[in-house]
């Protein structure tokens, strides 16, 4: 081997022909067979020197791939491994505070519910309903009253962006604003897979997927017909919330999960049981009074699946 490597130092490099300059003859073919002319012991170390570099890159080929395999093995180790850990903490959610309401149906007391409230990863919407829960905005869940009862959940309004409770945030320098909101649903909607509006989850209405663009429909006034824009609602001010009494896929595109029943579950299912007006929008009356732009149809469906009974939080705040 080291006999070899004398060889090779001593042997003379070849070099590759080069391509003659303008203005100068190509060189004759004497001079081309005596430069190209080698001995017998010149060819054998030439042929000895190639083999050995091919059995040396040969012996080191399986080194790389199996170097280069480990490197691409370890970099979806690590992917999975941070996808492991955004499952968990969608998973493995802890409650870092708690919060109660306390219920009445028709002025007659139901029971307590008793909820906790994920801090660590929703500390935007969990901020909020902390605020609204122990009155630190100037406003409160207090004397509200639940709006909607769905089959998969029920719907409490949450507080007025306008009026007296508006006035009364501003005096403390509450904002109503919904955008911190939207950002930390956007995040925490993309992070965590699957469905998240699970049985006994209590979240905030962040936005209302359902809400369609402005329709044009004919409006008469005073003896003309005039072009108009269609009632569509208002956008969610984030105070509203809704507890899940079954997992809710539907919630997903719209509310912010920011805690879970505790206690109580079998208060939110006797809100749940309570009777409702009655949807209607398969009427042939509703959709043509909806096509003409009848306010009354817009009225009638604001009312669909709101309780016959008064469904109030008598007392809320956050516990120890």
Not at 50 to 57: M, P, V
Not at 167 to 189: D, H, I, M, P
Not at 264 to 269: C, D, N, T
Request: proline share 6%; net charge positive.
């Amino acid at each position: 081997m080291l006999q070899n490597k004398k060889l090779l130092q001593s042997s003379p490099p070849i070099l590759p022909p080069t391509a003659p300059l303008q203005g100068q003859s190509s060189p004759s073919l004497p001079v081309l067979k005596q430069s190209c002319k080698l001995s017998r012991r010149e060819l054998s170390i030439s042929s000895n020197s190639s083999l050995l570099l091919l059995w040396g890159t040969q012996a080191l080929e399986p080194i790389f791939n199996l170097s280069k395999a480990r490197a691409e093995e370890n970099l979806p180790n690590t992917n999975k491994n941070e996808q492991e850990e955004e499952n968990l903490n969608c998973t493995n959610k802890v409650a870092t505070k708690r919060a109660f309401l306390d219920i009445s149906i028709d002025g007659k007391p139901v029971g307590r519910i008793v909820i906790g409230l994920y801090g660590d990863n929703a500390s935007a919407g969990v901020a909020r309903f902390s605020s609204l829960v122990s009155g630190t905005a100037g406003i409160s869940y207090r004397r509200k009253e639940f709006i909607k009862i769905m089959p998969n959940y029920v719907q409490h309004g949450g507080v007025r962006s306008y009026g007296v409770d508006a006035e009364l945030a501003n005096s403390t320098g509450s904002s109503l604003a919904v955008e911190n909101l939207k950002q930390e649903w956007e995040r925490n909607y993309e992070q965590c897979p699957g469905t998240k509006n699970l049985a006994g989850t209590v979240s905030i209405i962040v936005r209302d997927p359902l809400k369609p663009p402005p329709k044009l429909k004919l409006v008469a006034r005073k003896g003309k017909l005039e072009i108009d824009q269609e009632e569509v609602g208002k956008d969610p001010n984030g105070t509203e919330f809704v507890i899940a009494t079954k997992d809710s896929p539907e919630l997903d595109a719209s509310a912010l999960v920011v805690g879970r029943v505790l206690e109580g579950m079998e208060v939110v299912e006797k809100v749940g049981l309570v009777k409702t007006v009655q949807e209607n929008t398969s009427s042939p009356y509703f959709r043509v009074a909806k096509i003409i732009g009848d306010k009354r149809a817009v009225v009638a469906e604001r009312g669909f699946n709101r309780p016959y009974s008064k469904v109030v939080i008598t007392n809320c705040g956050l516990m120890e």
